[in-house]
């Protein structure tokens, strides 16, 4: 082999070996930036900014939280990527915050939702009810303009309801609906062609009629949550249940009889109510906050996903689409679902 052969199988192999290291360092690199963005945004997610509403104390203080909108699970891990409104997880996670921090004395809920879904409605008053037993910490609920329903279901345990005399309340009950279009779809020939290991396991299917027995079996089901809910409103208010019964029939209220039927205790706004928890609780000089997305990370990734799908009407409709529930499934929910 002649020298300039030689010479080109050094350079080949030196090429070799240094892409070798170049990609290995590469790598190393790259692991070392997708854990420690991981760790980041894991960070960032599990923690939320604080913004203070009224100064005072650090070390004794009252938190804000809000429900605002249809209460329900869509799946989202955290507020940053998502529309505005109501984030379950992110409100848990704010639950589990108020817990922990010994700092907050007591708890202002704001609400103004028409419900939304059982298991989120019951998972809120749980946690509600676990801070109270464990902590002690009072809760004072604040209802804007509709708190009914599941809105009501989660104001429940409070140790005060405040309403407006407008606000849209009541609504106790529970319900499942579904379309039926099996006529419509008949009347232009589509037929549908549902293969089932039971007789039951096609209930509620928009195509076809309900049978007595499914009506039954869903209606026990229904029972089932309208006890719970007659149940929470009997203990949390202290009321008999004859007379919670007797306004639980699905009756939208206002304010004004709210507090008639004992379902509130005053009227009053959201001032009035950290008024009231400052008085009541010896906290005249406690910090008033509310908790937020963290900013940095979160901010930048939000404009950025913002800026790439936009934010027009056809978005929006796209994104309604993709949470919604096609599924018939029990609700706490005043309103169409």
Request: proline residues 2%; charged residues 25%.
């Amino acid at each position: 082999m002649n020298t300039k052969r030689w010479i080109a199988l050094v350079i080949a192999a030196a090429v070799l070996v240094i892409s070798l290291l170049v990609n290995s360092v590469f790598a190393m690199f790259q692991s070392d930036f997708a854990g420690s963005f991981d760790e980041l945004m894991a960070v960032e997610s599990s923690q939320f900014e604080e913004t203070v509403i009224e100064q005072g104390s650090a070390n004794s203080r009252i938190a804000v939280l809000e429900v605002d909108g249809a209460i329900q699970d869509t799946g989202e891990a955290s507020p940053l990527f998502g529309a505005a409104g109501y984030n379950h997880e992110f409100f848990m996670g704010q639950l589990e915050q108020i817990k922990e921090d010994d700092s907050v004395k007591a708890v202002m809920l704001k609400i103004n939702s028409p419900g939304g879904g059982v298991v989120e409605s019951a998972e809120i008053y749980d946690k509600i009810t676990e801070i109270q037993e464990e902590t002690g910490k009072p809760f004072y609920v604040s209802m804007e303009a509709m708190a009914a329903s599941g809105g009501y279901y989660i104001a429940a345990p409070a140790d005060k309801i405040f309403v407006n005399k407008e606000t849209l309340t009541g609504s106790i009950g529970v319900i499942m609906q579904s379309v039926n279009y099996g006529e419509l779809a008949e009347r232009y020939g589509v037929d549908f062609v549902t293969i089932k290991s039971g007789p039951y396991k096609d209930i509620m299917s928009p195509t076809r009629d309900m049978t007595e027995e499914e009506r039954e079996l869903l209606q026990e089901m229904l029972d089932d949550s309208y006890q719970s809910f007659v149940d929470i409103i009997v203990e949390g208010r202290d009321m008999p249940e004859d007379e919670v019964r007797a306004v639980a029939d699905g009756r939208i209220m206002n304010g004004r009889q709210a507090v008639e039927a004992n379902l509130a205790d005053d009227f009053g706004y959201e001032e009035d109510v950290i008024a009231a928890l400052r008085n009541d609780f010896k906290l005249a000089d406690a910090e008033v906050f509310k908790y937020g997305v963290s900013q940095s990370w979160g901010s930048l990734l939000n404009v950025k996903v913002q800026s790439l799908f936009g934010n027009d009407i056809e978005t929006q409709m796209l994104a309604k689409l993709m949470t919604e529930y096609s599924s018939p499934r029990m609700m706490y929910l005043y309103g169409d679902k």
